[in-house]
């Protein structure tokens, strides 16, 4: 049911699918607040949780306004409203911020002190895991929707196949504990997990790159996906790649076609196996560091929302610095997202692009 939900999510569009990270963001921001509400202590501390929502809503605004404020975002956001909106993100963020700082301090309470820093302190703590960490995930749903949906599937590629390699195998080969924090993880599990997952992460792509609107850029942010179309970035093209002697011998080949993606796979499959599943383990801890069993019943069985979602958020990180760091350069420009920077320009500052790009293809022999 989640799967359903989350790929009819996606066929909304790119909004939509920011929409559901915004979603989660405040569900994950409710259940890690909620769990240190439990002491009757925050009935004598007025405004309590109000200040802790109105730390994180600033911060919030701050993220996806700055997004939203620099390019490529900006020349996508065609309300006019937004448009002149925009430049005051800034002042009003600090407007909350500062407004915030105010209301902390005048609610500090005599005897309360060392619990309202403590308070404190875990607010900005859980902020920095629900908004700065998921600031991410913008980059990577308009980068094109592969980017959000291939790190997704791994982790949930290797959160499944860890179970059922350790309910088929565990402590049958490997006796040792994996970790402490979790008794019912296994080395057993975590081994076979990441070798299927480094498979999956080398197959998958070329189920997912059949599709032109997941791995085209955004360039409209209303559009329907399925009619999104775009010269197929590099990424996504097919290339002649040398194999290793030894490996040669035993294929019988030199070479083999792939797509530079299912390379660039094994990276990011490697990631979701050896660094990912430690984001679960973290979850774990403070689940045990509180004695809590879930973090909400809001997904019945699945002990909340930042249960599903613990392994995501740095793997989605991973995702958006492997991108801007190796693949960007040849994905992240295409001809229609220059034309619409340009369109984005006033008329005096569009014929002088005119004037410098004509000059600039002269010099290269390009233009006569």
């Known amino acids: 049911m989640m799967l359903g939900a989350l790929m009819t999510i996606v066929a909304l569009g790119h909004l939509a699918t920011l929409g559901l990270v915004v979603l989660v963001q405040v569900m994950m921001f409710r259940e890690l607040v909620n769990v240190r ?10 405004l309590f949780r109000t200040t802790q929502w109105g730390w994180f809503w600033t911060c919030l605004i701050y993220s996806y306004g700055g997004a939203f404020y620099q390019e490529p975002l900006n020349s996508l956001v065609k309300s006019r409203f937004v448009l002149q909106l925009l430049p005051y993100v800034e002042f009003i963020t600090l407007v909350g911020y500062s407004t915030m700082l105010i209301v902390v301090v005048l609610t500090l309470k005599k005897g309360y002190y060392k619990y309202q820093m403590g308070q404190l302190a875990w607010t900005i703590a859980v902020i920095v895991i629900t908004v700065v960490q ?11 929707l592969f980017w959000f949906l291939y790190p997704v599937s791994l982790v949930i590629c290797n959160d499944s196949m860890a179970y059922f390699c350790g ?5 049958r080969l490997i006796r040792r504990q994996f970790v402490h924090i979790s008794p019912n993880k296994t080395w057993e599990g975590f081994i076979g997990a990441c070798f299927c997952t480094m498979l999956f992460a080398a197959v998958f792509p070329l189920a997912l790159a059949r599709w032109q609107f997941l791995t085209c850029p955004c360039t409209d942010l209303t559009a329907n996906i399925f009619q999104i179309s775009c010269d197929l970035p590099e990424v996504f093209t097919p290339a002649l790649y040398a194999l290793p002697p030894w490996v040669s011998r035993l294929a019988g080949t030199d070479t083999v ?3 530079p993606i299912q390379i660039h796979g094994l990276g990011l499959g490697a990631f979701a196996s050896l660094v990912a599943p430690f984001g679960g383990l973290f979850a774990s801890a403070i689940k045990r ?22 392994c995501q958020l740095i793997m989605g990180l991973a995702a958006n610095i492997y991108f801007s760091t190796f693949i960007g350069g040849s994905s992240a420009l295409s001809r229609p997202r220059i034309l619409q920077l340009a369109a984005a320009l006033s008329p005096s500052e569009q014929l002088e692009l005119y ?4 000059a600039a293809l002269k010099t290269a022999g390009l233009l006569k």
């Open 37 to 46: 509400y439990r002491s009757r202590r925050i009935k004598e501390i007025p």
């Open 134 to 144: 998921v600031h991410s995930f913008t980059n990577n749903i308009f980068n094109g």
């Open 167 to 171: 309910l088929a195998l565990g402590r």
């Open 257 to 259: 076609t792939l797509l």
């Open 289 to 310: 560091t509180y004695n809590l069993k879930d973090f909400s019943d809001l997904i019945p069985g699945h002990g909340g929302v930042f249960d599903r979602v613990d």
């Open 355 to 358: 004037r410098e790009l004509g």
